[in-house]
């Protein structure tokens, strides 16, 4: 059965910090692996999708590695803003197109 | 025009009753997913549809029973509801259940508040 963790669980940083938030899985056959942004009493926004044969993916300020043989992922944001305080969780996808999640990484940018 | 879309957005209701939560996607997709968040935060899948067949139910008891009259639609019956079902209901949709390339979207989420 899968299972994942993120470090940190709680993270505050001054403006402008690059911040490096991690996850790691258990099984690792996994087929791809979403990173999501949830704001509070918000739902899920994607941030970015890793295919299982990439080894990163980037979007803006922001960078997702995978390193599927160690089971684990990492996000990395450049240049935090304010507005990138919200919770980040990590799912692989596993057999069924089942996501597991992480507990999530609760991020504060201050100003 | 939302993608995913979940309504209530908010329920409260008392022990005992029961009620319906419901879920629509205008993607086009054919697999759609029921997640629970509960008060830790930890989402976990409850059930998923592909074209109106169920293909997950992960251990939910039967007091939750998910009906999807069409692939557009998956909707979530509670029956006699208890204390430790409040939550945030969140809905799902994928283009495939066995095809990861293009993700999920999920809804915006319906808390539910039993008291």
């Not at chain 1, 790691?24 to 890793?50: C, E, V």
């Not at chain 1, 043989?69 to 304010?82: K, V």
């Not at chain 2, 409850?46 to 251990?59: A, H, P, Q």
């Not at chain 2, 998910?66 to 639609?73: G, L, R, V």
């Amino acid at each position: 059965k899968q299972e994942v963790t993120q470090i940190p669980a709680a993270l505050s940083v001054p403006e402008g910090e690059n911040l490096v938030l991690n996850c790691s899985f258990t099984d690792s056959a996994i087929y791809n692996l979403q990173w999501f942004r949830q704001d509070p009493g918000k739902g899920l926004t994607s941030l970015l999708l890793i295919q299982s044969s990439q080894r990163e993916q980037t979007s803006g300020r922001l960078n997702a590695s995978l390193d599927k043989s160690s089971g684990r992922s990492t996000l990395y944001i450049a240049a935090s803003q304010p507005g990138d305080s919200a919770t980040y969780l990590c799912a692989p996808y596993n057999a069924g197109n089942m996501l597991t999640f992480g507990g999530g990484t609760r991020l504060m940018v201050k100003p | 025009d939302t993608a995913v879309s979940q309504t209530p957005k908010y329920l409260v209701t008392q022990m005992g009753n029961d009620k319906s939560i419901k879920c629509e996607q205008n993607l086009g997709h054919d697999t759609m997913y029921w997640y629970k968040q509960d008060s830790k935060k930890f989402l976990k899948i409850m059930f998923s549809y592909n074209n109106k067949e169920l293909i997950i139910n992960e251990t939910v008891p039967n007091r939750f029973s998910p009906k999807s009259p069409d692939k557009a639609h998956l909707n979530l019956h509670i029956n006699s509801l208890e204390l430790g079902d409040s939550a945030v209901y969140f809905c799902a949709s994928s283009r495939h259940s066995w095809d990861s390339e293009a993700g999920y979207t999920f809804g915006s989420g319906t808390r539910l508040t039993v008291v």
